[in-house]
């Protein structure tokens, strides 16, 4: 990507407001895309944002620049046509829990699986909100909701988790409060050489809301977050005083300070590790027991399917004798008549 | 000793092998075809083999087949009657006894002929003593076990002997049509330049064969089959897959657009993914989809991106496909879609013919949603439609879909290569970077297709969706008069095509008693029974459609010339039921066949004999 067009937040911007409700958390996510793209550098005209079919998915026609609004779930999938049609391109995929983690689950994990250069903004707000109001698979077990007026029955997913499984190899998480958070993550995922998975704790004002309060609230959020960076102490709390060790297979919460813990006993985020043990269990931190883990939790270098393709492409075409159509039509068994 | 037969000359002959589907039949059969193009025959060729990949072995549900016409004369189907059978088993000779002509030659191997295989083939006696083989000229040829004898001395594991057998069977016809056996052993070096041990126990085996074939006195009389007058030029022997990869390789290199393939495997499709995986030195990007879906959504993805973008599928894919048909209607994007068309409903007959996919392609998706339906007609003309399919999508920024069937996929015919410059250009409506007149909506008069702007470009920035949009500008829209406006552009916008595509044709007369209707690959039984039938001092035509949607502008005036119409198709009546919605003041009867199978020329012209002395007048 070349560096010679110098862009500002207004380029990005729409002359036309986005239609989310007042207050949804897709109005911050916005605002910090904005702000992260002319940081990365990358031309105006050579974003593309593709969603698919969702509140978040109406993503593309609020941010000027190059835009496809998909079908539910498919997302990936167009995005994927335009990557590989044009490698040159900065491809942003927007999705939600419903879109990505239910109907488009299957072009979600192969997307990760393949490893193609593009960044996904996954809006979890653990419900249905174009709908308004169904449980979505990310929705907590018990919960009531239109469509689970008993409480659901099923487990959720974890975006993360299933992007581990789906072997992914960039995976941060964000909350839609902290826009300094975000943007930061953001320029992280989109300088990342592959598929990059942001998911976006993201609150419903409507059908959720303060879903993610235990996370976001100012009272909780410092001892709930453990905003996590490569190469730094896994510290959290409104001092930095609590901290993670390892104790055999499991995390351990301690208190720098008691019971003899030293800063230099707290564990380092190492993103950059190809085993994804340590990721794996960092996005499974649960409450109340742990903080939630936040940032770039995972984010290790591997082949990137666009790169090797076109690359595979080259190759062949310099051992090819097939140069052009009128070779390929001419090539093999033909037979010649008078 | 040499021994005398008399040389039969013929003008065509049918040659069918069958076996187990492991006996290589395959092989022998595009050996053949290969060998018959070479000497400069006509030709066309129909495998047909079971769904399962080694389906229970010597068993009549279990026999693959190939069968090859060829001809001095112009060959437009592979044949109904066989006049050389080769069985490599009991079963492979029952599930085609119906299939041969009074008198045939009866190639079997002696070896697979015991009480045990007959049984296994449900014959209560042995089919050799039963009498039921009688008149025809039966060569009993100790197949298996001579091949044995021969291969012994290269050290082959029995498995691998076996496969050679097929070379024997080859070895037997290089003499039985009077060919040279060189032609044999070229195929050989090339097919398995690979694999030197292979290609010196195939030679032995096929020179075996040749040799059997010369001193036994079983066989009656050879045949000789003079070079066709096809017209000075390079040809190829080209199945109808093959020809849409190429076709659609050609039109990409003519519209300077890289071509994009996003496709699932799928049978009888499968092949054109295949074929064009091996197409990166031309830049061609293929790429195989996690299912269905994504291979139509990864295209529209690319079609967005400037590509010449397809998916490729059978009946079951273009079901799963249908709501991204809808998506490229509305963002009004070029995109082909090939279907190569099997039986169904649901899994159906997977590796069997059938044109039941007619009204899902014009009319399988929700809302006002019409595409322009084109129809490829024989192997060879798949190149031909494939083109065209991707000039109508890229000139007039619409989806297209494009029907093939199984018979054409894997059938072959020998086809005349053309220069690409030859091929007409396709002209991309492209916006220059910057243009300050861009409006994403905004339409050609004459075809009212919109413009295609790439993202990357500089200065035309714009989102495109499935959300309905205003005219011309494209933004989001949900005003009602707009709806229905943009409703009605997008339907005129492919009922404009018409005014781009050739006239329909009639063969024969342009008047007469009786027009014989068809469309797509039912043409080579068609045309040969019309044409037999003209022959015979019939009054009869035929027009074969393989524009659908649109339909020509000149049908009308070529129906309202006839007495009777009818229209002949694999399937139960979908082409009638549609001219009967767009031309109703024409009476159209039909002749129908839903058995997996191609026409037979035979039935055809029985029923168009039936029509003719019916005294009713059925037309207008």
Redesign the interface.
């Known amino acids: 990507m070349e560096n010679n067009c110098i862009t500002t937040v207004q380029d990005f911007k729409m002359e036309q407001p986005a239609k989310w409700c007042p207050g949804c958390g897709g109005h911050a996510v916005l605002a910090a895309i904005q702000r992260a793209l002319p940081e990365t550098g990358i031309e ?3 974003v ?1 944002f ?1 969603s698919g ?1 969702g509140c978040s998915s109406r993503f ?2 609020y941010i ?8 539910h779930g ?1 997302g ?11 490698p ?2 900065s491809v942003w995929l927007v999705t939600g829990d419903g879109d990505s983690m239910a109907i488009g689950g ?2 979600f994990i ?1 997307l990760l699986r393949r490893n193609l250069d593009i960044k996904i903004l996954l809006f979890n707000n653990k419900i249905y909100g174009l709908t308004k109001g169904q449980y979505s698979p990310t929705t907590p077990k018990g919960s009531v909701t239109k469509s689970s007026p008993d409480g659901t029955i099923e487990d959720p997913f974890l975006p993360g988790e299933l992007a581990m499984g789906a072997q992914g190899n960039f995976f941060a998480r964000v909350v839609d409060t902290d826009l300094e958070m975000m943007k930061e993550v953001f320029i992280q995922a989109a300088r990342h050489k592959g598929t990059a998975l942001v998911e976006v704790l993201q609150n419903c004002v409507i059908f959720n809301d303060d879903i993610h309060a235990e996370i976001t609230s100012k009272e909780l959020r410092a001892e709930n977050q453990l905003y996590l960076k490569h190469g730094e102490p896994m510290l959290f709390g409104k001092n930095k005083e609590l901290g993670l060790i390892q104790e055999g297979t499991r995390f351990k919460v301690v208190k720098v300070g008691e019971n003899g813990v030293k800063k230099e006993d707290i564990l380092i985020h190492n993103a950059l590790d190809h085993d994804d043990t340590r990721d794996y269990m960092l996005v499974r931190l649960s409450r109340p027991e742990f903080p939630i883990a936040m940032g770039v939790i995972r984010s290790c270098e591997a082949s990137v399917y666009d790169d090797m ?1 076109y690359k ?2 080259a190759e ?2 310099s ?2 004798s ?5 070779d ?3 090539s ?7 | 000793m040499k021994k005398r037969v008399k040389i039969i000359e013929r003008d065509d002959v049918v040659v069918k092998f069958a076996g187990d589907s492991g006996d290589g039949i395959q092989l022998t059969g595009a050996q053949f075809s ?1 060998t018959s ?2 000497v ?1 025959n006509d030709l066309a060729t129909f495998p047909d083999y079971p769904a399962e990949i080694r389906a229970p072995q010597g068993t009549v549900a279990g026999v693959s087949g190939f069968q090859v016409h060829i001809g001095h004369k112009e060959v437009q189907t592979p044949g109904d009657l066989a006049d050389v059978l080769v069985a490599m088993n009991p079963a492979a000779l029952k599930a085609n006894m119906r299939w041969l002509r009074p008198g045939a030659t009866i190639i079997i191997d002696i070896d697979n002929f015991d009480s045990r295989h007959y049984k296994k083939a449900d014959y209560i006696e042995d089919p050799l003593k039963d009498g039921s083989l009688e008149g025809y000229n039966v060569v009993e040829a100790p197949i298996t076990e001579m091949t044995r004898d021969v291969v012994k001395q290269f050290g082959l594991d029995a498995r691998v002997a076996d496969k050679t057998k097929n070379q024997f069977v080859a070895g037997i016809l290089f003499w039985l049509f009077n060919r040279d056996v060189k032609i044999g052993e070229a195929f050989l070096k ?1 097919r398995f330049k690979k694999k030197p041990d292979l290609v010196k126990a195939n030679l032995a085996v096929l020179h075996a064969g040749y040799n059997y074939a010369e001193t036994v006195e079983a066989i009656e009389a050879t045949y000789k089959v003079k ?2 007058e ?8 080209m199945t109808g897959n093959v020809a849409i990869a ?1 076709g659609l ?2 039109a990409a ?1 003519r519209a300077k657009r ?1 071509l ?1 393939l ?1 496709s699932y495997p799928i049978t009888p499709a499968s092949e054109i993914l295949q074929e064009l995986t091996k ?5 061609v ?1 293929a ?1 195989q ?3 269905e ?2 291979g139509i ?11 010449l ?1 397809v998916s490729s599928t059978s009946g079951p894919g273009l079901s799963l496909k249908s ?2 048909l809808g ?1 490229a209607v509305i ?1 009004e994007l070029p995109l082909v879609v090939v279907d190569v068309q099997r039986g169904g409903p649901s899994t159906g007959l997977p590796t069997k013919t059938e044109q039941s996919d007619l009204m899902q392609a014009l009319y399988g998706r929700h809302g006002e949603c019409q595409v322009v339906v084109l129809a490829s007609s024989t192997p060879a003309n798949c190149f031909e439609y494939a083109f065209e399919a991707a000039r109508i999508a890229i000139e007039h920024m619409t989806p297209v879909i494009l029907l093939s069937d199984g018979y054409l996929a894997n059938g072959s015919e ?1 086809w005349k ?4 410059k030859d091929l007409p250009e396709i002209k991309a409506r492209l916006v220059k970077d910057d243009d300050p007149d861009y409006k994403p909506y905004a339409r050609d008069i004459e075809t009212l297709a919109r413009s295609w702007a ?14 309905e949009k205003s005219d011309i500008t494209g933004v ?1 829209s949900y005003d009602p008069y707009n709806h229905e406006k943009m409703t009605i552009l997008r339907n005129d916008k492919v009922a404009k095509v018409a005014n781009f595509i050739p006239r329909q044709e009639v063969i024969g007369n342009e008047s007469g008693d009786l027009l014989v209707v068809g469309w797509g690959g039912t043409y080579g039984a068609l045309y040969t029974g019309v044409q037999e039938m003209i022959e015979e001092g019939k009054s009869i035509s035929l027009a074969q459609f393989n524009y659908i949607n649109p339909l020509p502008n000149n049908v009308s005036e070529i129906f309202r010339n006839f007495k009777k119409i009818i229209v002949c198709e694999l399937n139960l009546g979908q082409f009638a039921s549609y001219l009967r919605s767009k031309l109703p003041e024409f009476n159209y009867l039909q002749f129908n066949k839903v058995q997996g199978l191609p026409f037979m020329i035979s039935e055809l012209k029985e029923k168009f004999n039936d029509v003719l002395m019916t005294p009713e007048n059925h037309g207008k």
């Open positions: 105006k005209e050579k593309v593709v079919i593309p026609y000027n620049t190059y835009g496809f609004h998909g079908l498919r990936a999938a167009i995005a994927t046509g335009i990557k590989l049609a044009n040159e391109l299957n072009h192969h393709m595979q492409m062949v075409r051992k090819s097939i140069k052009t159509v009128d390929l039509l001419c093999g068994n033909t037979f010649s008549m008078e | 290969d193009a070479f400069g090339d070079p066709a096809k017209g000075a030029g390079l040809y190829r022997n190429w390789v050609a290199e890289t994009f996003g197409m990166k030195s031309l830049g990007v790429f989809a996690e299912d879906i994504a959504c990864s295209a529209i993805g690319a079609a967005f991106a400037g590509c973008a709501e991204g998506l963002t020998l290569i053309p220069a690409v790439l993202p990357g470009q500089p200065g035309l920035r714009h989102r495109v969706g499935g959300l989001i």
